[in-house]
């Protein structure tokens, strides 16, 4: 394969996998409409009013963060802060899981999601070349 059909194909790849994780994100936004669902997601039963209002805010910022993520895999100057933005929050989900007592098993197979998104990213990020210096464009 020629260098150029290469990297083509490196950033196509890159940017589905920003689309994967972006979707993977979107998917808890609808624990914003229908809190039934996080007794299958997280394992949270009978949550008080304020509990289910945390929850639900929990899954508009993840939305968020997966249309921010569709957004990035189409515009390459938003990758860098989105990419930041993002490992941010797996980060500190997965962080708070590990060192929380007592929380309920089904939020380990959501860290476990996070800990593959961190990784899909990861890759995104090189095959992308996000963090990377971009030469200048010619024009």
């Known amino acids: 394969m ?4 290469v990297r083509f ?12 994780v ?3 994100n979107l998917a808890p936004g609808i624990g914003a409409l229908a809190p039934s669902q996080f007794a299958t997601v997280y394992g949270v039963v009978d949550a008080d ?4 209002l945390l929850l ?6 993840l939305a968020l963060l997966g249309v921010a993520l569709l957004a990035a895999a189409a515009v390459p ?7 930041v933005v993002a490992v941010i929050g ?7 899981v590990a060192t929380t007592a007592g929380a309920d098993p089904k939020l380990t197979s959501v860290a476990f999601a996070d800990v593959a998104a961190l990784a899909a990213l990861a890759v995104a990020a ?4 996000a963090w990377t210096t971009r030469p200048p464009t010619s024009g």
Do not use: N, Q, Y
């Open 9 to 20: 194909v490196a950033r196509i790849t890159g940017m589905l996998l920003f689309v994967a």
């Open 2 to 5: 020629k260098e150029d059909t």
């Open 90 to 96: 797996k980060a500190s989900f997965i962080v708070l």
């Open 22 to 24: 972006g979707l993977l």
């Open 77 to 83: 100057d938003w990758r860098r802060p989105v990419l």
């Open 126 to 129: 090189v095959l992308t070349r």
């Open 49 to 52: 009013a304020t509990s289910t």
């Open 56 to 61: 639900r805010h929990r899954a508009v910022m």
